[in-house]
């Protein structure tokens, strides 16, 4: 549970971690440069030269005049080429540049430059990561609903109750799994994996995620899952859609159960994405349990462990 937060943690974050991870890299390469690059590119023999060169010139005086000199010592510059190679421009400029004097403000500008370059980089990606999330898909299994009875519609009064106030006592067999697409743009599932366990014998405090890929269930999973879909079908945004892959003939088989599940699906973005769902079902109603509907949901692909499988044979 704890790599799974932090798996969690890191993918939620992923964008900050990549821009530390780049300043962090230009920060090496710096330090790289200053202890191990310069040294080993820029000594000529091991150690900086020196030379020393004398002037003699005549200086008048009242009776005449007399030779005076000097001496200066300076730093011997590398020489480039030979009467026979002359010598390279290029090669000497880059010299100049690579292994001139190097003072701590000429690298504290050469960071922050590059970092003001990976703050560009990272204001382009947020800004894509930001559209992506307001514009994708969100979708999300419902409990299992039926065919309304006709006599409900008979009246303004019994049309309002169906859509305001709805009971399972209203609704007739088969019943079908619905999807709601809370997002923006259509969403594509590739993947739904469902069963009904009776409430007894559901694993209290563990997420429906869990229950489904970690090999540890997988006894349980054999128990009381159902054939999972490949199925790949479009769910339209603001709409309540009808999933008639997952199907129950009655509703005496589905009380005082847990109906739960994953789904998994991508959006227009290409981008997969998973969410499950556990609702206990009563005489009258479906409710949610656990934590599926507010924090088991996220974005990848699915890992499974060990694939659900029913009657012996992956589902």
């Given at each position: ?283 009258e109603h479906a409710d949610g349990i656990g934590v599926s509907l507010s924090k088991d949901h996220g974005d990848g692909e699915c890992h499974w462990e060990n694939p659900p499988q029913r009657g012996g044979k992956p589902?």
């Amino acid at each position: 549970m704890g790599l799974g937060v932090i798996y969690g943690w890191i993918k939620r974050n992923r964008l900050r971690l990549w821009f530390l991870g780049i300043c962090l890299l230009g920060f090496v390469f710096l330090a790289a440069y200053v202890i191990f690059l310069k040294p080993f590119l820029c000594s000529p023999t091991g150690s900086e030269k020196w030379a020393g060169h004398s002037y003699e010139y005549s200086y008048p005086k009242y009776y005449g005049s007399e030779q005076r000199g000097q001496i200066i010592i300076e730093k011997e510059k590398p020489t480039y080429g030979s009467d026979s190679h002359p010598k390279n421009e290029q090669a000497q400029s880059a010299y100049e540049v690579i292994c001139g004097e190097t003072k701590i403000t000429d690298l504290a500008i050469a960071f922050l430059t590059y970092c003001l370059v990976a703050v560009g980089w990272f204001a382009m990606r947020s800004s894509d990561e930001n559209t992506k999330r307001g514009q994708r898909a969100y979708l999300v299994a419902g409990p299992l609903f039926g065919i309304p009875d006709e006599a409900l519609f008979n009246s303004d009064a019994s049309r309002w109750l169906m859509q305001n106030r709805a009971e399972k006592t209203m609704f007739h067999g088969p019943w079908h799994m619905v999807m709601y697409n809370f997002g923006e743009t259509s969403a594509f599932s590739t993947r739904v994996v469902w069963g009904l366990c009776p409430i007894v014998a559901f694993p209290v405090g563990i997420r429906v995620s869990d229950l489904l890929t970690r090999k540890k269930y997988k006894k349980w999973r054999d128990t009381w899952t159902r054939p999972a879909f490949n199925v790949e079908n479009i769910f339209s945004p603001k709409h309540l859609n009808h999933y008639r892959h997952v199907r129950v003939e009655t509703r005496e088989e589905t009380l005082w159960c847990v109906f739960f599940g994953r789904v998994e699906y991508r959006d227009v973005f290409g981008d997969a994405h998973w969410s499950t769902f556990s609702y206990f079902i009563s005489d009258e109603h479906a409710d949610g349990i656990g934590v599926s509907l507010s924090k088991d949901h996220g974005d990848g692909e699915c890992h499974w462990e060990n694939p659900p499988q029913r009657g012996g044979k992956p589902a």
